[in-house]
């Protein structure tokens, strides 16, 4: 039976942290999960190797050629390897982006049961959590340790990502979209507030499907919680990686600068509201954490970590 809710994503020196993503997006109901990694220095792969031999994840490595987006690269080499378009929706999202549901039992299903028949992407804001109150990055759970967020409206909350129903319509897959629809005719859109609109085939879908309205930003039904900073020694660590949507892998962009961790790390309240899963995400990363091969990635890509990180505490 094809799956109804896959999830994708393609990473790159996550390790500490996959864990309890695979573990929230497996409570929220999606059944099937590919990761692909690319280049990990921190045994990223060999967790991911575990998780995959134990049935939880696919996993993808993502060998690059000269000049390859890792990202994109990742996401074509699963669309080409695993049979993904069969799924009845798909979503792509970050390692440090997690899927929030507000309406009925607060599972992927219950949001997608809110599309009418006739809609073709659920379009949904992220909230932006910044560092505070935490002064620097410790082994454990991110979604418990970061509890402020930016006010609603700040810019980076306008981000979407992007649930599309037949995946298999679409040439191509962006991080926040599917892109290169081949029909003619407007995509039906579902925002995050509940309302529709539909895209304008004439333009870039990407350009229609990356960023929202500012003033328009709600998260009525469901949005993502971003976890865009973490640490300040995490972030600075992250700045060394580079980033996974261009070619140059170690390239400092405009997201890894000072200005950008300080634009973004000015708390205007508490948002909870992912608690709700804690429980049975804890109970999970126990359950996953009884394969003896899990447990023994997890603690060396902790250990990994902790050394890669030590130049960059204050």
């Known amino acids: 039976m094809p799956p109804r809710h ?19 997006h497996l409570v929220l109901g999606f059944d099937r999960i590919l990761i692909a990694s690319n280049d990990c220095s921190d045994g990223t792969d060999r967790l991911l190797s575990a998780l995959a031999a134990e049935g939880y994840i696919t996993h993808v490595p993502n060998k690059l050629k000269p000049g390859e987006i890792p990202q994109h690269a990742g996401y074509e080499k699963i669309r080409r ?58 082994p454990g759970r991110v979604c418990p340790l970061f509890t402020q967020r930016l006010p609603i409206h700040h810019k980076a909350n306008a981000a979407l990502k992007t649930l599309t129903r037949n995946p298999a319509r679409f040439r191509g897959i962006h991080n926040h979209s599917m892109v290169g629809f081949k029909e ?29 309205d500012i003033k328009a930003v709600s998260h009525r039904l469901a949005h993502y919680n971003h976890y865009g900073l973490k640490a300040p020694d995490s972030f600075a660590l992250r700045r060394s990686r580079g980033r996974g949507a261009v070619a140059e892998t170690n390239a400092e962009t405009a997201r890894h600068t000072d200005a950008y961790f300080f634009e973004r790390d000015q708390p205007a309240g508490e948002d909870l509201s992912i608690a709700r899963y804690s429980a049975e995400v804890q109970a999970l990363m126990a359950e996953m954490l ?15 970590y902790d050394s890669l990180i030590a130049p960059y505490r204050r």
């Not at 999830?7 to 996959?18: A, Q, R, T, Y």
């Not at 599972?107 to 809110?114: G, I, K, S, W």
């Not at 009884?290 to 990994?304: D, F």
């Open 290 to 304: 009884q394969h003896q091969r899990i447990k023994r990635r997890q603690r060396v890509c902790e250990e990994t």
């Open 184 to 212: 003619k005719a407007p995509l039906q859109v579902l925002w995050g507030d509940g309302t529709r609109t539909q895209t304008d085939p004439a333009l870039p879908l990407w350009r229609q499907l990356r960023n929202g």
């Open 81 to 138: 390897l695993h049979d993904i378009d069969a799924s009845a929706w798909l979503m792509m999202l970050d390692a440090d982006e997690f899927l929030n549901v507000h309406v009925g039992d607060h599972r992927v299903a219950d949001l997608t049961e809110r599309a009418e028949a006739d809609i073709d992407v659920i379009a949904l804001n992220g909230m932006f959590f910044t560092s505070q109150p935490v002064a620097q990055w410790q």
């Open 6 to 24: 896959t999830l994708i994503s393609s990473v790159k020196d996550e390790g500490p942290f996959l864990l309890e993503w695979v573990a929230h």
